[in-house]
């Protein structure tokens, strides 16, 4: 059904653990999600969580999807390259994507395009650097 | 002239003396109050039981640093306190204790008193603007709102009181009252009484105008050390105003039948009724929310003062026809029941009805899951 | 009004029960025997030495780097009345810094260190409550007296008693 | 007065105008700012509310007065060592906090928890629920100005904890699950003081009924501030108790039953208008089912291994999970990515308050300034894991 749905976007499917994955390319995420929120099959509303990991080559932005209709759920995955982390926002799709992208921009530095507000969420304006990206120094803070 | 002033200073000087042991013991008494109703024991350290906690309390006010905020308007900042303050007690001028206990027995004591007892607002919205303080500026603009429009319903039940003896003097009100006490015969008036004066005093559930969750002591909420001690004095003086009128005007004074009719008895019974009316006031505030400012607002323009209005009908029916007593104090008994339980019927009913509904349908759910399952 | 009414009557009624607190400073409500209060080292009696060999994995296992320790050689050994080749030659805890895991507890292989029920150590400096091996050792034995600790390989299967 | 005087420009929104003046009533926006400290904001959180009157034109919430990059160091820390942190999210659900980053470790490694362990978490899962929607039910109550509720709810919360105390030896901060079991085994008399302990709960679950459920001023302060529908609710992620208050049965443990809720017989109360009432209304009737639950558990309960056989240190697959369970606040989910190190790779929390407040802004419109304390109550925040 999931690659039905989205087989003219080039989706590769996987599986972790009890969970499909799916990625599919950054140029057709906002395509996808409207898809995938759309397609009565499917109608994944509920975006539970919306994660960025830095796997120091590339960036993965993983959103993890539920049906509350359906009870059914799975993540999909978009990779970015590291030196240009650009997505669009899907902020029009879910709403409550929000503040998770104002988070991964914030931590990760990624941009999110088409978000309307991506001032600093958690930390203080005028933080300079992306502390969640594995090359920020972990263990350099001084105790005051 | 001399010794009249002198007498005039004596009886004041007393006067503060007598307001501020009241204070004192009211703050300790609501104190107490309170955390029995939550099952704690409450100031426990200073002195037998705390009782020497407020005396702490005070000195400790006295002594703090008295904070101006730089862009105070400094002299509001600094009269508010009193315009707040010395009506409160000049009320007290003409209160009696006793048949002749009273440092001035007025003729038109309860105009006076009313009269008075309007100027604290002034104060309020003074301290509101005068802090420099948004959440000031919101307190004071409650608090003119909310006092003024509490007033009338105040002013038309005493009205109604003063219908009864023909008077607008407390001791001929209160010696109108040796065979059956006001509350007996308006249960309407009392209520309204008690809820607007609770109101007018700024306590739980109407005390919108410094709520410490929403705007963090209102008006007060810059004013530290002395100038804050004065504020506190006024409101408990003014809590004590009301449960000692709520005992002269409804519950018979020192007028009670059977009793002796000696000065230092009559006295006690005043002062034992007011403290009772005062300890229903600290167990309201112990036990309700508060109401947002327009349904307050709502409450009092809707609710009171048109009840206020029927309790002055009624009584002006009882004196015009010269019904039986017993026929006012019924009819005003049932306006009073009918209005709560219209008041029940509308807000708890509905809510307990929609609770009943959506616990059936979720234990529905819930058996149809268990059957499937197995 | 009628459920105002019924607040009213709630209140009331509490009232006239028990209160339910306690006045603390004079008044000190029992911990439990599980009580995970600061961390501090056991005290072998029948030697008269630590149970610490300061093998540092306490150290290496503590989420927030609170401990340090060194070892040093056994006397004792040399003398033949410990079986402990290594012991503890210094230890300090910052206090300020323990989170109260309990996971030094975990990894220690000697029951050296336990969680006493020492709870009530605030100090007014940061990093004022940095305790030293006798500290460590004092405040062990007064939590060993209190409890009746034995160490866990000698009781293994013996279940902990019930608390109040 | 330095009240924001005629003709200079003001920032507002982000945007510098012109003071913002209505022609017809002359009157102006006042923006105010509710915290950091703030009575009603329950821990360091700040919105700035734009209002007119009383009226709420605009609200911007600021949060990360609390963040500790809890995410980034549980990249140095072993997953033993993560458990700490994780009680430490949200600190008045500290048990549903752990158990879900066990779960996580747990479904990587496959591991397979003993019942007697499961029993033991439901339980104090649980109770932590009870312990949690105690507080908040007190602290709610106090928000709409009723000073009684909120000793009551912690007279019953200190009876909870003290019965945590007596089993991992902490009130707060436990660090009780283990991936894989719990840490010790319950103590001899866990049934017999969960029975005596839940008396006095039900209890006072009743009083808060007879208190200030259906009181009528109550009722007036809550009933119809702050809806939100259904939709709007699931589109904009509200989670928990506050989602199923809009009308939406999305309870993790019924749709995708983990520990061992599938066995145990319980109801999920939802509301319809999904106002501030609503929200009250839901947790209260959780409580109850949470006793309930606890009852069963006990009486299914039997003796048994408390640990499955694991390593000491937890080194999980290379691959990636998501767990997630129903926390008192909501859905909290963890993303776990393993390296197939002692330490993961990327741990992502998906906090329910955060998504919660999220939702905040949508439900304020045009609310009063006294219904904004409301609804920022009823939602139940614990800032530490807003902030993580």
């Not at chain 1, 120091?56 to 359906?70: G, M, P, Q, T």
């Not at chain 3, 029960?17 to 006045?23: D, L």
């Not at chain 3, 439990?32 to 600061?38: E, I, S």
Request: net charge neutral; aromatic share 10%; charged share 20%.
């Amino acid at each position: 059904m999931l690659s039905q749905a989205l087989a003219e976007l080039n989706p590769k499917m996987s599986a972790a653990l009890d969970e499909v994955v799916v990625t599919v390319e950054r140029d057709a995420l906002l395509q996808a999600a409207l898809k995938l929120r759309d397609d009565p099959g499917l109608s994944f509303n509920y975006l539970m969580c919306l994660s960025v990991v830095d796997y120091e080559d590339r960036f993965e932005v993983v959103y993890h999807l539920r049906s509350l209709a359906k009870a059914h759920r799975f993540a999909l995955k978009v990779s970015l390259p590291y030196d240009d982390p650009r997505i669009s926002s899907v902020i029009s799709v879910w709403p409550g994507a929000d503040w998770h992208e104002r988070e991964g921009h914030d931590l990760f530095g990624v941009v999110f395009e088409g978000h309307p507000n991506l001032s600093p969420l958690l930390l203080y304006d005028g933080f300079e650097g992306y502390p969640g990206r594995k090359s920020y120094p972990f263990n350099d803070y001084q105790e005051w | 002239m001399l010794r009249d002033l002198i007498v005039i200073t004596i009886q004041v000087f007393a006067l503060v003396t007598a307001l501020t042991a009241v204070v004192l013991s009211l703050v300790w008494l609501e104190r107490k109050t309170l955390a029995r109703l939550q099952r704690r024991m409450g100031p426990m350290v200073v002195g037998p039981h705390g009782l020497l906690q407020p005396v702490a309390d005070a000195l400790k006010l006295l002594v703090k640093e008295d904070i101006i905020p730089a862009l105070a308007d400094k002299p509001l900042f600094w009269l508010a306190p009193l315009v707040v303050f010395v009506p409160s007690f000049v009320i007290w001028v003409t209160i009696p204790f006793a048949q002749s206990f009273a440092v001035r027995n007025m003729e038109l004591g309860l105009f006076f008193i009313v009269a008075f007892s309007v100027l604290s607002i002034v104060g309020v919205v003074m301290a509101g603007w005068g802090s420099a303080n948004k959440y000031a500026v919101l307190g004071g603009l409650r608090s003119a709102a909310q006092l003024i429009s509490y007033e009338i319903p105040i002013i038309m039940v005493v009205i109604a009181v003063i219908m009864l003896p023909h008077s607008m003097n407390l001791v001929t009100i209160v010696e109108g009252q040796r065979a059956i006490p006001y509350a007996l015969l308006q249960p309407l008036g009392l209520v309204i009484f008690l809820l607007a004066g609770v109101a007018e005093v700024g306590r739980t559930p109407f005390d919108i105008y410094f709520a410490e969750s929403e705007v963090m002591g209102g008006p007060f909420i810059e004013y530290s050390g002395a100038h804050w001690a004065v504020f506190f004095l006024a409101e408990y003086v003014n809590t004590f105003t009301i449960a000692v009128l709520a005992a002269l005007l409804f519950l018979g004074g020192w007028a009670f039948p059977l009793m002796p009719e000696a000065t230092w008895v009559g006295f006690l019974g005043v002062l034992v009724k007011a403290y009772l009316v005062v300890l229903v006031i600290f167990w309201f505030r112990g036990t309700f929310p508060r109401l947002r400012i327009d349904q307050l607002m709502s409450f009092g323009w809707k609710v009171l003062i048109p009840l206020s209005f029927v309790n002055f009908g009624l009584t002006a029916a009882y004196l015009f026809y010269g019904l039986s007593r017993w026929s006012l104090a019924l009819a005003s008994l049932f306006v009073t029941a009918a209005v709560a339980y219209t008041i029940y019927r509308r807000m708890t009913w509905p809510a307990r009805a929609t609770a009943e509904q959506r616990l059936a349908k979720a234990r529905a759910y819930r058996r149809v899951e268990t059957t499937d399952a197995r | 009004m009628l459920a105002s009414l019924k607040g009213l009557w709630v209140t009331l009624t509490n009232t006239f029960k028990k209160p339910v607190t306690a006045q603390y400073p004079k008044q000190h409500l029992p911990v439990a025997r599980r009580y995970m209060g600061f961390p501090v080292l056991m005290w072998d009696e029948g030697v008269g030495e630590p149970y610490c060999t300061g093998c540092m994995v306490c150290i290496r296992n503590c989420p927030t780097l609170c401990m340090s320790a060194q070892m040093m050689d056994n006397p004792l050994f040399k003398e033949g009345k410990s079986k402990r080749r290594k012991i503890v030659e210094s230890f300090e805890i910052n206090f300020g810094r323990c989170i109260l895991c309990n996971i030094c507890v975990e990894v220690c292989n000697f029951d050296a260190i336990e969680m006493s029920h020492q709870h009530e150590l605030s100090v007014v400096v940061r990093n004022g409550n940095r305790a030293t091996l006798p500290r460590l050792l004092e405040m062990g034995k007064e939590f060993q007296k209190e409890v009746g600790w034995k160490p866990k390989g000698a009781e293994e299967g013996a279940k902990e008693e019930a608390t109040p | 007065m330095s009240l924001l005087p005629l003709g200079e420009k003001v920032r507002m929104r982000g945007i510098s105008y012109p003071m913002a003046i209505d022609k017809q009533l002359d009157s102006l926006e006042l923006m105010i700012n509710v915290g950091p400290q703030h009575p009603a904001t329950h821990g360091v959180f700040r919105m700035v509310v734009w209002i007119d009157g009383e009226r709420i034109v605009d609200v911007e919430p600021h949060i990360g007065y609390l963040h500790r990059g809890t995410e980034k160091l549980c990249e140095g820390e072993q997953y033993s060592q993560i458990i700490t942190l994780f009680d430490r999210l949200d600190y008045v659900a500290n048990f549903n906090n752990e158990l879900v980053v066990c779960m996580a470790a747990e479904k990587l490694m496959g591991t397979e928890v003993p019942e007697r362990a499961q029993y033991i978490r439901t339980i104090l899962c649980e109770l932590n629920r009870i312990a949690s929607h105690m507080l908040f039910y007190g602290t709610f109550a106090l928000d709409a100005g009723a000073m009684t509720p909120v000793m009551y709810a912690f007279r019953e919360r200190e009876r909870i904890q003290s019965l945590f105390e007596a089993t991992s030896g902490a009130r707060l901060m436990h660090n009780y699950f283990r991936i894989g079991g719990v840490r010790q085994d319950a103590p001899d008399d866990f049934a017999q003081r969960i029975t005596t302990l839940l008396e006095p709960v039900k209890e006072t679950i009743a009083e808060a009924d007879r208190l200030i459920t259906f009181n009528e001023a109550f009722l007036a302060r809550t009933r119809d501030v702050g809806t939100i529908d259904g939709n709007t609710a699931v589109a904009l992620g509200l989670t928990g108790p506050s989602l199923r208050a809009s009308g939406v049965e999305y309870d993790v443990r019924r749709t995708e039953p983990y520990l061992l809720y599938d066995r145990l017989d319980f109801i999920v109360p939802t509301g319809d208008r999904g106002d501030c009432w609503d929200r009250f209304w839901v947790r209260i009737r959780e409580m109850e089912e949470s006793v309930r639950m606890v009852e069963q558990c006990l009486q299914q309960m039997q003796s048994g291994p408390i640990m499955a056989p694991t390593r000491r240190i937890a080194r999980p697959p290379k691959g990636e999970v998501y767990a997630h369970a129903e926390n008192p606040r909501g859905d909290l989910g963890v993303y776990l990515v393993s390296s197939g190190a002692d330490r993961p790779y990327r741990l992502k929390v998906r906090p329910p308050s955060f998504c919660n407040l999220m939702s905040m802004k949508h439900m304020m419109r045009n609310a009063y300034m006294a219904d904004a304390i409301m609804i920022l109550g009823s939602l139940d925040i614990v800032l530490g894991e807003v902030d993580r």
